[in-house]
């Protein structure tokens, strides 16, 4: 069951490592929230957060996006909407083909294995239930085509990412996203700083079917409308979410 | 527009660079026919053979399947139905994500260099008509997730391909395919040797709206059934195509 995206345009990024904010209201606003984080995150973590939000806001749709089994268990998947696993283009090949064919070929065969081997996503979940889960499992994943421009990130050093995208490389993996690797989203993550407009409107023109995220060091109503302008589906703000809720609110469109 | 594969399960992979039966006439038990190879393959011997073939059969389906640029022109793009292109998940980085990527990014950002860059498809196309043609081109095109079995084979050497897959392997990358990454086909491909059953059936349990194609040393109706019961699609049938006819129309199931 696909996702609908027409009328999400703000995308909020929930670090369950970090405090949430104690009144969730400051969510009304937004469209849909992705959890993940690198450090810290831990299972009960990421249950926690999800359940949190479904249980103020039980239409808002919920992501997880884990960095590893450890994040994942029957309860968080059950109580996510989808998971979403970033393939990164200009990452090592490692992170865009090796870990998922590994994976894949895990809960495919050893579903019992799975747990802790550090694949990216679902060990206990697989565990627990074993092959009748594969096809609900396989229904919730989201491949999302990421290009990590930010080189000092934490997402950067996780993926293997040493050189940036050109935005004419940007504009060739969003068509090769949409003309050839079937990720539904395709993602321009530049995590923690402002990237501007350039990356998105050579994006955007290549994109029909497939939706355009992009996230990093958004922290105003302007640079929300700039991106959105440019061409993006949907903003994704995370950090002033849990030190900012005032400029937080300003994010929305 | 999608092809329609039911009722495609006998594929013939024609060699361009080698010599076409006078008679065409044994194409016509073939559901599908591929137009591609390795040595000697030019723009203009692959437009000779989708023509004749197009010619004899023109409501057969006739996919080229170029390694370089240099297979393609507009007139291939335009007789063709469709342009397949291998991903290719136990070779090399390059011929997975690299080269898919850098294609893209050519042929939307600088259309006229494209030609003669060794890029794996379309350039002269691209070339001689501009932006105008990447939406075409891209409607063309079909992703194929191969696994090449075969480490002596011309195609694992230009892919890059060091190691064959496990038949668990082969099955999380059918199901990474089906899954994850969004080609409509998985490949299995022995290349000139027959590899049996084993990789199908472990690829085609996972394998739902994926079209599952095995191909390599295929010279019988035994193995033709052998191969299908075991849960693939179709068969690909070459080398015989080529060089004996009456063990070609065998091959037909």
């Known amino acids: 069951?696909?996702?609908?995206?027409?009328?999400?345009?703000?995308?909020?990024?929930?670090?369950?490592?970090?405090?949430?904010?104690?009144?969730?209201?400051i969510l009304g606003g937004t469209d849909l929230v992705i959890?993940?984080?690198?450090?810290?995150?831990?299972?009960?973590?990421?249950?926690?957060?999800?359940?949190?939000?479904?249980?103020?806001?039980?239409?808002l749709p919920v992501f997880q996006e884990p960095y590893s089994s450890g994040h994942v268990s029957t309860e968080t998947v059950d109580s996510a909407d989808y998971l979403s696993v970033p393939a990164v283009y200009n990452g090592d090949r490692e992170n865009f083909v090796t870990k998922h064919v590994e994976f894949f070929t895990e809960i495919g065969n050893?579903?019992?294995?799975?747990?802790?081997?550090?694949?990216?996503?679902?060990?206990?979940?697989?565990?627990?239930?074993?092959?009748?889960?594969?096809?609900e499992i396989s229904e919730k994943?989201?491949?999302?085509?990421?290009?990590?421009?930010?080189?000092?990130?934490?997402?950067?050093?996780?993926?293997?990412?040493?050189?940036?995208?050109?935005?004419?490389e940007v504009a060739g993996a969003a068509l090769a996203t949409e003309s050839f690797y079937g990720f539904p989203i395709f993602y321009i993550?530049?995590?923690?700083?402002?990237?501007?407009?350039?990356?998105?409107?050579?994006?955007?023109k290549y994109l029909d079917e497939t939706v355009l995220l992009y996230g990093g060091g958004i922290t105003s109503q302007r640079q929300t409308r700039e991106?959105?302008?440019a061409g993006a589906d949907a903003v994704v703000v995370g950090d002033c979410f849990h030190d900012d809720p005032e400029r937080f609110l300003d994010t929305l469109p």
């Open 1 to 25: 069951m696909p996702l609908d995206w027409s009328g999400i345009s703000h995308v909020t990024k929930v670090d369950p490592a970090e405090q949430l904010p104690r009144d969730l209201a």
């Open 35 to 59: 959890v993940g984080g690198s450090d810290g995150v831990t299972r009960e973590n990421s249950l926690d957060a999800i359940e949190r939000i479904k249980s103020r806001f039980p239409e």
């Open 110 to 135: 050893r579903p019992d294995e799975v747990v802790g081997t550090g694949l990216p996503v679902v060990g206990e979940f697989i565990a627990s239930r074993g092959r009748e889960a594969i096809a």
């Open 141 to 168: 994943i989201v491949g999302e085509g990421y290009v990590i421009q930010n080189l000092d990130s934490k997402a950067a050093s996780v993926s293997g990412v040493e050189t940036t995208y050109s935005p004419d």
């Open 189 to 204: 993550e530049y995590s923690g700083t402002y990237g501007g407009t350039e990356d998105v409107a050579a994006a955007a």
């Open 227 to 229: 991106i959105l302008d």
